[in-house]
């Protein structure tokens, strides 16, 4: 891939996880971004223990080279609270846009079992119709606003709600106008289908529309484990469903070559949750840059 098209980041959460917050309490923000800037990245996303001060944030990561490309923000469109989605998102695209991002990775959260004790293949939710209305004329507005910042709305397809496959992945880019965008995640797309060329397909489907990329790797025992036990989400992360590039089942080189093909330009962020204390972030971390540059070639 052509070095000054993207730019490599990687998401905290292998350090300390929102989701699951006793999975790395013991590390502090300064570490964990002290130990992205060791490993090669040169940007991140933003965690539960990233100070909000602007001033005080961008100036912990400047001395360290790294800057915020991202971060996740939750909707709740179908819920109808969309009053209160859109002025929480107004507050989190000002952060973003201080800090210098150009992207906001949304997720659509309203029934959402994945911080739930549900089993993730068996109880995620669906949307009818009127729902996918209420959401796609949420996501229509959020795109507007964020146009006036200059910045692009994206939403993270993720296990566990009621966008997860690529039927789900169609029905959005189908409702949605043409500047709402798609976070493709690598790893949530393979966790779903079981299936390289699912994953990829959607990938070349939408690259057009695609403005943020998350690479995380899967291993298939783990995924196998919750399917025969009906585990939840976040059992699934404790095992280790997740893993970075390389570490795990997934092919990359198809994955490099479509964004190559297609000229994408914008960030690429390793992004694997698992539970620090059997997977050293830092190490991790190291691993999967390696790999993306002995693959990508970046």
Excluded at 34 to 48: H, I, K, Q, R, T
Excluded at 192 to 200: C, D, N, P, V
Aim: charged share 25%; aromatic share 10%.
């Amino acid at each position: 891939m052509k070095a000054e098209n993207v730019k490599l980041g990687i998401a905290p959460i292998g350090w300390t996880n929102d989701d699951l917050p006793e999975l790395g309490a013991e590390n502090t923000f300064e570490q964990c971004v002290s130990e992205m800037a060791l490993a090669g990245y040169e940007g991140c996303e933003v965690g539960n223990k990233y100070p909000r001060d602007v001033k005080v944030l961008k100036h912990k990561l400047d001395v360290r080279g790294i800057q915020i490309c991202n971060a996740w923000f939750s909707t709740f469109f179908v819920d109808g609270k969309k009053e209160q989605t859109i002025k929480d998102f107004t507050d989190h695209m000002n952060f973003l846009h201080a800090m210098g991002a150009k992207v906001i990775g949304c997720s659509e959260q309203s029934r959402s079992i994945q911080g739930q004790k549900k089993a993730i293949f068996k109880e995620k939710t669906v949307f009818s119709d009127a729902e996918w209305q209420l959401l796609a004329e949420g996501y229509n507005e959020l795109a507007k606003i964020a146009a006036e910042k200059g910045m692009k709305v994206c939403l993270h397809h993720h296990m566990g709600t009621g966008i997860q496959t690529p039927e789900e992945v169609d029905r959005y880019m189908a409702v949605t106008n043409d500047d709402v965008y798609l976070l493709f995640d690598s790893g949530h797309l393979y966790y779903s289908e079981g299936s390289q060329q699912a994953m990829l397909d959607v990938l070349e489907k939408y690259i057009d529309r695609i403005v943020h990329v998350h690479l995380k790797d899967v291993r298939d025992e783990v995924v196998a484990e919750v399917k025969a036990n009906d585990l939840s989400f976040l059992e699934g992360v404790k095992k280790g469903t997740f893993t970075v590039p390389g570490d795990g089942v997934i092919d990359f080189k198809p994955i490099f070559a479509i964004l190559e093909k297609h000229n994408y330009q914008g960030w690429m962020v390793v992004e694997a949750e698992q539970d620090p204390a059997l997977a050293n972030p830092f190490e991790y971390a190291l691993k999967g840059r390696k790999y993306i540059k002995d693959v990508a070639g970046v």
